[in-house]
């Protein structure tokens, strides 16, 4: 995949077949549709290509700090890389661009700079300043500049029942195995290790805290999950607490990794840590010892879950 930091540097070398859209979390849906854009592409002898925005839409043009994405945007960047989509390009988005009609757009862009032969777009797609214009209107400005349009029938999504809104609703309830089964691939959380208070070494569960740097990026509900990571090309698994940590009053929500049978300084490194299944809760203990006792417990079924999964994996 080649990938182009906005439309401006994208020069097209034939025609394209082209989709868009935000792509929050690459899931088994939007897979469904790059499958079908690629295809196309090698049936129409023709460079497949996907137009996303960064930042969402909703940040510029609504100032809705609020929004909790799935993917930040060099996640979303690496999971489309792994679909075998030809060409990405990542456009700022900015209000400059949002005053775009759509005749403008579809002009100015898809024909003139991206050589468009034919774009696919889900049922509801709309675009153009307001998005005021839809698929009945992209079919006319196909007919008007020479491309062809193909929607995707919401019968076919619906197929599979999945929407980025309901995979950020089981994050926030802890079901783990329903957002990775909706994603079609792990839930990840990325950042930069930094210093604790160290407060694990002293009970015999070392951990390291992930400081994930994306105040947009979702980070599902307080507990205990089992998570894996990939170290010097070796696949270790964990234990990860996001929380308050009450035992020991912590105030702020906190990431902290516990890895098995794994030993190295990690601080100021990049980890990716791929959620799995959620444990249990988190909860306050009367004391460090009986905290201890629990992580002793959660590691014992860790252990026991890393097995079943190898065991099926054969």
Not at 204 to 230: C, D, M, R
Request: net charge neutral; aromatic share 8%.
């Amino acid at each position: 995949m080649t990938l182009f930091q906005g439309i401006d540097y994208y020069t097209a070398k034939g025609k394209t077949v082209l989709t868009i859209g935000t792509f929050d979390g690459v899931h088994k849906g939007h897979q469904q549709i790059i499958h079908h854009l690629i295809e196309t592409a090698k049936q129409e002898n023709c460079s497949s290509l996907i137009l996303t925005f960064f930042p969402h839409p909703r940040l510029v043009l609504q100032g809705d700090t609020s929004i909790q994405l799935l993917n930040t945007i060099e996640e979303r960047k690496a999971l489309l890389d792994k679909t075998g989509v030809d060409n990405l390009i990542v456009h700022p988005f900015d209000e400059a661009f949002s005053s775009l009609t759509a005749e403008e757009f579809i002009e100015s862009v898809l024909v003139k700079k991206l050589q468009v032969h034919q774009i696919i777009v889900g049922h509801d797609h709309r675009f153009g300043k307001n998005r005021t214009a839809d698929f009945h209107d992209l079919v006319a400005y196909g007919k008007k500049y020479g491309f062809q349009v193909t929607q995707i029938a919401a019968e076919m999504l619906n197929e599979v029942n999945i929407s980025s809104t309901k995979i950020r609703t089981a994050l926030l309830q802890g079901n783990i195995k329903l957002a990775n089964g909706y994603l079609g691939h792990p839930y990840q959380l990325n950042g930069k290790v930094q210093k604790g208070n160290q407060l694990g070494r002293t009970i015999g569960f070392p951990t390291a805290n992930l400081s994930v740097s994306e105040s947009y990026k979702l980070i599902p509900k307080n507990g205990v999950y089992l998570v894996q990571s990939e170290m010097n090309q070796k696949r270790v698994f964990g234990l990860m607490n996001i929380g308050i940590r009450p035992t020991v009053d912590g105030k702020t929500q906190t990431i902290e990794v516990f890895f098995l049978d794994f030993e190295g300084d990690l601080y100021n490194h990049h980890v990716q840590v791929e959620l799995l299944d959620f444990i249990r809760a988190e909860q306050k203990f009367e004391s460090l010892d009986a905290l201890k006792i629990q992580l002793e417990k959660d590691k014992e079924w860790a252990i026991q879950a890393i097995a079943s999964r190898q065991e099926l994996a054969k």
